[in-house]
């Protein structure tokens, strides 16, 4: 009485195993989604860092500048200074730019071939899940009509 039940309800006896399919499911995703984010955030780090290290030399040389500049008694020597500075300036903040440039495009790769092995993942464990919940239905369709 209680297998009639189930059988006209849709209830599936067996459903241990779709379930445990769909658990992989979830597991393998969240499990690809930190660890894009994870290796997103070391590449942000590594960004930032590297970008610190170069506000830190551009301090430094805009120190060396306005001390040059404070003793300087030449126009013609305060503007060679003024236009070495500017183009030092200009040189750090492309090589800024280029370095970001450089590591979000390197981070856009991983990331792309992280997400393309997670879907593998997830679709190979679907498919098994799939595969399992119509075992389960066949059984309970075998069962539900002996």
Same mark, same amino acid.
């Given at each position: 009485? %209680? !297998?009639?039940?189930?059988?006209?309800?849709?209830?599936?006896?067996?459903?241990?195993? @779709?379930?445990?399919?769909?658990?992989?499911?979830?597991?393998?995703?969240?499990?690809?989604?930190?660890?894009?984010?994870?290796? @997103?955030?070391?590449?942000?780090? @590594?960004?930032?860092?590297?970008?610190?290290?170069?506000? $830190?030399?551009?301090?430094?040389? &805009?120190?060396?500048?306005? !001390?040059?500049? &404070?003793?300087?008694? =030449?126009? %013609?020597?305060?503007?060679?200074?003024?236009?070495?500075?500017?183009? =030092? &300036?200009? $040189?750090?903040?492309?090589? =800024?730019?280029?370095?970001?440039? =450089?590591?979000?495009?390197? @981070? %856009?790769?991983?990331?792309?071939?992280?997400?393309? !092995?997670?879907?593998?993942?997830?679709?190979?464990?679907?498919?098994?899940?799939?595969?399992?919940?119509?075992?389960?239905?066949?059984? %309970?369709?075998? $069962?539900?009509?002996?």
């Amino acid at each position: 009485m %209680a !297998e009639d039940t189930r059988a006209r309800s849709g209830a599936l006896p067996d459903g241990g195993a @779709a379930a445990d399919a769909m658990a992989a499911i979830f597991e393998k995703s969240a499990q690809a989604w930190l660890a894009a984010h994870e290796e @997103a955030l070391a590449g942000m780090q @590594a960004v930032m860092g590297d970008w610190l290290v170069r506000r $830190r030399e551009a301090i430094d040389a &805009s120190r060396r500048a306005v !001390e040059q500049l &404070s003793g300087c008694r =030449d126009v %013609a020597e305060l503007l060679r200074i003024q236009q070495e500075w500017i183009g =030092d &300036s200009m $040189r750090r903040t492309a090589s =800024d730019l280029g370095a970001i440039n =450089d590591r979000v495009a390197d @981070a %856009a790769r991983r990331t792309t071939g992280q997400f393309e !092995e997670a879907m593998r993942t997830v679709t190979e464990a679907s498919r098994k899940a799939n595969e399992a919940m119509l075992g389960a239905a066949g059984g %309970a369709g075998r $069962r539900a009509r002996g």
